[in-house]
């Protein structure tokens, strides 16, 4: 990667230029070693760059991939190939174009002396701060392989626990979508043409029907007005929960959502304790797990617990006792943590917890589908029985009058 710089030497000549180097840190480097003092430092925007930028939104990185790169790695490692050599493996065979130039920058910045934990640092959108502190810690303890493994097993259990979250959202989502396209056409199309019939008799209607008679004569005039202000809505609530505060607040309303509200609790829960048990059996210092954990967790309400857990811990608290202030973290988790630290198994017993989590929202999901479908089916029925007493019922009555 080229810097562009502005230094001066001991002499207080000011001097501008370009040079090589893998990080801005290492053109720091750099530079002092020419007996230069940098003023800034700012990386060049060449094709290449503007070029990566392109990738990045054409072809982004899949969990999978990031799953299979670790897996990859894991068995070279294992094979004694050393990481230069291994990483150039595996960007060769890979198809993403825009993983292909990290990998490259990676095993550039590596033949310039970074750790492999340096390089996936430079791209903090790719690598989490969980794979990047567990790769750290292999390369300190020498058991790199090890730590490898730990990551490529974190992502697929992080990437399982989305993939149930999601699915257990997908079809209800969908059924609830199909319901208003459905429920919108019937009002703008096909109510008018039964209501026409009972305003041409001019006879006197319960007010339920004219009530309906009245929405169904507004959505086929107004129905492009509806949609905007539908629309908009909808893209209103969208950007306001990509905002940090209203990002905060829709995590919150997350927890406190009827079925899925617990479904949230337990993937964050399990995702808590699974990854902080990989950390402390990758020989991470509890504080700094903790830390990390809070940033993976995917939730800005767990996250605040977490590190202030963290900051308790610093002092001299326990996580047990600090966890068990909160209420979105039960009492079976602080119980079991405290046990854990007790008997000194603390990634043992937070093993158990994720998994008994992961069960849970196994438990819950398969659930899901069977008490939707009579819900959805009860929801229907009462939106058919109501257009029938409306509409229908009074044209039978007025017609049997005639």
Do not use: C
Not at 30 to 53: H, M, W
Not at 332 to 353: A, K, T
Request: glycine residues 6%; aromatic residues 10%.
């Amino acid at each position: 990667m080229k810097f562009v710089f502005k230094a001066k030497n001991k002499l207080g000549e000011i001097s501008e230029g370009i040079i090589d180097a893998a990080s801005n840190e290492s053109a720091v480097i750099v530079l002092q070693e020419k007996n230069l003092f940098p003023i800034s430092i700012v990386a060049e925007k060449n094709n290449d760059a503007y070029l990566t930028e392109v990738l990045k939104y054409w072809d982004r990185i899949e969990v999978k991939e990031l799953m299979m790169f670790f897996r990859q790695l894991a068995i070279l490692i294992e094979a004694r190939v050393p990481i230069v050599p291994a990483l150039m493996a595996i960007r060769d065979q890979t198809e993403n174009k825009y993983f292909e130039k990290i990998l490259a920058d990676m095993i550039q910045g590596i033949n310039d002396g970074l750790p492999l934990s340096e390089a996936m640092k430079k791209y903090p959108g790719t690598f989490s701060p969980l794979s990047i502190n567990i790769i750290k810690s292999g390369e300190i303890s020498g058991n790199l392989r090890k730590s490898v493994t730990y990551v490529s097993d974190s992502i697929e259990k992080n990437y399982a626990l989305t993939s149930k979250l999601k699915s257990s959202m997908t079809y209800p989502l969908v059924v609830l979508f199909v319901f208003f396209v459905v429920g919108f056409a019937i009002m703008t199309i096909v109510m008018p043409k039964l209501t026409q019939v009972i305003k041409d008799l001019g006879v006197e209607v319960p007010w339920y029907t004219t009530m309906v008679i009245g929405i169904s004569d507004f959505m086929a005039v107004y129905w492009w007005a509806i949609l905007i202000m539908l629309f908009g809505f909808v893209g209103g609530v969208i950007y306001y929960i990509k905002t940090e505060d209203g990002s905060r607040e829709w995590d919150r309303i997350k927890l406190k959502l009827p079925i899925f509200g617990s479904i949230f609790r337990f993937v964050y829960l399990a995702r808590f304790a699974d990854n902080l048990a990989v950390l402390l059996a990758g020989g991470i210092p509890i504080i700094n797990a903790l830390t990390t954990v809070s940033m993976v967790v995917g939730n800005s309400v767990y996250e605040e617990i977490f590190l202030k857990t963290a900051e308790e811990v610093k002092i001299g608290g326990t996580m047990s006792s600090a966890l068990r202030r909160y209420a979105e973290i039960p009492p079976i988790v602080s119980h079991m943590v405290r046990i854990g630290e007790e008997s000194g198994q603390i990634d043992s017993v937070l093993g158990h917890i994720a998994k008994f989590y992961e069960q849970e929202v196994d438990q819950i999901t398969k659930n899901m589908t069977t008490l939707i479908e009579p819900i959805m089916m009860i929801v229907i029925g009462v939106a058919v029985g109501v257009l029938a007493i409306a509409v229908i019922m009074p044209i039978y009555n007025l017609a049997g009058q005639m």
